[in-house]
């Protein structure tokens, strides 16, 4: 079931909420949370019931090995067996993931690189599987670590199975959810009703009215890539860019919507999406962008290969990351090597392709030269002042560059079409216009001409409607305040309050509040969302 589908806006959602709520005041927590349960099963089996078969089991196996875990994690005695068996629940559940997910992509590179021609029956891949495995191996890394000491079958399902970040996130704790739940009253609250229905009906305007309104015009442009159509430098750039703003806002709607739905049961959400084209930098980007993926990657897979890393490098006697004196051999080993491998992970986590390792290895390169950049940088501009006044608005612009020329990996169907569209960027496929904009340019031809510029038969309409539609979300994207920074008041995520100035989300002069002006322009927002819904239009996101 998607958020932006009639189903789930007038019959699945205010079912659950009356449900919920009149077990809440009327019965008690403990039934309003398994309603919950009973509901976000429901929610998944939704677009297919075998999905429940598929996970079910899953489920199980890791609240069994999360309860061995339990048991053993507190016997210094049983360390080894505790190490050994939290080693192979995340064997599990990657094998789990790699099945459904990777075995197609395995056997087309094995007949790929070897010429041979292996068949495998095609696999259905289970809505969310990827983001359901990140957070049941967090859980049991957590109950490892013994950062969550007791936990009840009823609430372990909650936390997996919460319906409004099951599909596509945010990637959860178990010890930043479960307090809330359990200090939930389960009834109808007016501030969470308010907040949680205009951050549910701003995220589905950004991907109903936005994402999608721009979506067709970018996916003409890939199409023509994809068919051998030469794609000419402007071309290219709209495409590109076009597609940056559309997963941009794509993911900026859902990332509400999930927030917004927390919030109706009175659970705030941690924050995973916060204004990445602002960035001044790739790190600043992808502190913004997925901020919980970049989390969960950061503990659970860069930090300890790090420390690993440098315990070996100190008992060889080598020195370790020493700031602008590090070396370039502890560079290399401690930062460079474990941040290709992380974002080859974070490249292959989001599909089962070559172009999205690419995507993945891209960033791990562009993380690299920015980190390198700043350590150069502590030694020839000492000054921080100037540094940020020049540096900054640069850095602003190339890491919107890097990452739009990143996303045409992401998006390109195939080699052949990513290729064409860079080459079209870089100027190769020459420069055009639609002849009905050429031809109005009657006074510039000769100059247009000198400069190499040629008419096609590209569609006037539908490029100037792109256009436009690039200077609009260019401009909502760029300088708008965003949804956590106007109702930065009321807490909209986890940690979110006003003027949370480190984390770059408060400080804006627009700031939400329960007032009759709001709630019009709440309704006008959520009209305009519920009518540009039509057909099968699902979160980008949910793919993976």
Known sequence: MLFNSYEFIFAFLPMTLAGFYVLGSSVSRQWALRWVIAASLCFYAWWRPFNVLLIAPSILI????????????????????????????????????????YANFLIDSVNDVFGTSFVLTHVILPLGISFITFQKIAFLIDVHGGRVKSFAFQDYCLFVLFFPQLIAGPIV??????P???????RFDKDDMSVGVTLFFTGLFKKAFLADGIAPYVTGLFSQAAAGGKISLLEGWMAAIGFTLQIYFDFAGYSDMALGLGRL????????????????????????????????????IYNPLVLWLTRRRAAGGRSGFGGRNTSVGAFVQLLMLPTLL???????????????VLWGLIHG???????????????????????????????SVLTFVSVVVAMVLFRANTMTAAISLLKGMIGLNGVSLPRPIHDRLSLLIPWLNSMGVTADAVDGQSFVFLVAWLIVLLAIALACPNTLQVLAAYEPALGVKRRLDHAGMGGTRIEWNPSLVWAVGTSVVAAIAVLSLSGQSEFLYWQF
């Open 62 to 101: 890791n609240f069994g090995i999360a309860r061995v875990l339990q048991r053993l994690s507190g016997n210094e005695k049983q360390r080894s067996l505790s190490r050994a068996a939290l080693l192979a629940g995340i064997a599990f559940n990657v094998a789990f993931l790699g099945y459904f997910k």
């Open 173 to 178: 704790h178990y010890r930043e959810m479960m």
């Open 180 to 186: 809330q739940f359990h200090e939930a009253s389960c």
């Open 265 to 300: 049961f009175g659970v705030r959400l941690p924050p995973n999406f916060n204004s990445p084209l602002r960035a001044s930098s790739i790190i600043d980007f992808w502190l913004r962008w997925h901020m919980t993926l970049t989390r969960f990657l950061t503990a659970y």
């Open 342 to 356: 992380t974002m080859f992970v974070s490249g292959l986590w989001h599909g089962a392709g070559y172009l999205f």
């Open 365 to 395: 390169v562009y993380l690299t030269i920015n980190h390198g950049w700043r350590l150069i940088a502590l030694r020839w501009w000492p000054n921080r002042h100037s540094y940020t006044a020049v540096m900054g608005p640069i850095g």
